[in-house]
């Protein structure tokens, strides 16, 4: 027996097939349940592209991401998913490697194959999401965002007060020798963490050393490097902070190598909760930030653009941040 189609389904059914496409488009339809059970029965799948040809809808959104080993983007994956259960949309999701080249060839790629798009630019000066805005396919910049993003909704996170906080918080505990392993400047994340850390700094009168500001790529061996670095110096700091969780691991390697003590010897900050981070030894401090949310903001941003158009103003959704405070930061040792 061949595949079922929808006309078997309609026949199953008892009602017109026009009624099980309304049906399977997310219509309310009085048979639904007969429809539900021909379905399931029939074991039914519908047809994407021949739907997609007939209804100028792929019923499919793109998700695309700078690194889908971090676990922030496989949180945020998580939420996006989570809002679309309601619905028929699949997402299909794409990895850049933090490549602004690979990105321009996954957009190039998915254009025609999905409704609308949820991106996180690997960086802020590609000019390709604005190119798309001509095909008017809609788009929600989720963490990230371009300089011609006006005009895109967005979902961000307050990068600059997260990193103010532990800033703050390291000041606080007596911490003047501050080593600082900022991400890319030319993100969004990476510059409004390094420039939030750095305000901070200098509002308490406090000057580092260029020695002491690193700047890595959001990657673990970046960070790790930089760690021995700055625990090379003739002077080392005497506290760390790492802009994104697998910095932060990279870190906290490079501590583990040389058997520095924390928060003994150096105290450690990171920027993202890590999975196991409260079960570290020491627990590690950290700046959350609500990372599922984020995933479901923008799928219910992306969902409203697809389904109701786009007359209504961009909308920016900014998530606060908030410090975790566990056992890996102290005053310094005189």
């Not at 349940?33 to 592209?49: F, G, M, S």
């Not at 983007?73 to 619905?87: C, L, P, Q, R």
Request: charged share 20%.
């Amino acid at each position: 027996m061949g595949q079922a189609t929808i006309t078997d389904v309609a026949r199953r059914a008892g009602v017109s097939a026009a009624t099980v496409s309304r049906h399977l488009r997310g219509q309310r339809v009085l048979e639904a349940v007969a429809i539900t059970r021909a379905v399931d029965e029939l074991a039914y799948v519908p047809n994407p592209v021949a739907r997609s040809l007939k209804s100028g809808s792929t019923f499919a959104v793109g998700v695309v991401v700078p690194d889908v080993t971090n676990p922030f983007f496989a949180a945020v994956v998580k939420g996006i998913e989570s809002a679309t259960h309601d619905s028929r949309y699949s997402v299909f999701l794409c990895n850049t490697d933090e490549s602004a080249e690979r990105e321009r060839l996954v957009l190039a790629q998915l254009m025609g194959r999905v409704d609308g798009l949820i991106l996180a630019p690997a960086t802020e000066t590609a000019e390709h999401p604005t190119d798309l805005r001509r095909s008017g396919l809609p788009i929600v910049f989720l963490d990230r965002e371009v300089h011609s993003a006006e005009g895109f909704d967005s979902v961000l996170i307050d990068n600059e007060g997260g990193a103010r906080q532990a800033a703050e918080y390291l000041i606080g505990l007596g911490h003047r020798r501050i080593g600082v392993i900022s991400g890319p400047l030319n993100t969004t994340p990476g510059r409004g963490r390094h420039t939030g850390f750095m305000q901070a700094l200098a509002a308490a009168d406090l000057e580092l050393p260029p020695e002491y500001v690193q700047i890595g790529d959001f990657r673990e061996d970046s960070a790790r490097q930089a760690a021995f670095r700055l625990l090379a110096l003739p002077e080392p700091p005497t506290a760390i902070f790492a802009a994104n969780n697998l910095m932060s691991i990279g870190v906290m390697r490079a501590l583990h190598a040389m058997d520095i003590r924390v928060p003994g010897q150096v105290s450690f900050i990171g920027f993202d909760d890590l999975h196991l981070g409260e079960l570290l030894n020491p627990p590690v401090t950290v700046i959350d930030r609500p990372t599922v949310e984020q995933g479901v903001l923008a799928m219910r941003l992306l969902r409203n653009r697809i389904e109701h158009g786009s007359p209504q103003p961009p909308r920016q959704i900014v998530l606060d941040t908030h410090l975790i405070i566990r056992g890996s930061c102290a005053a310094p040792v005189p």
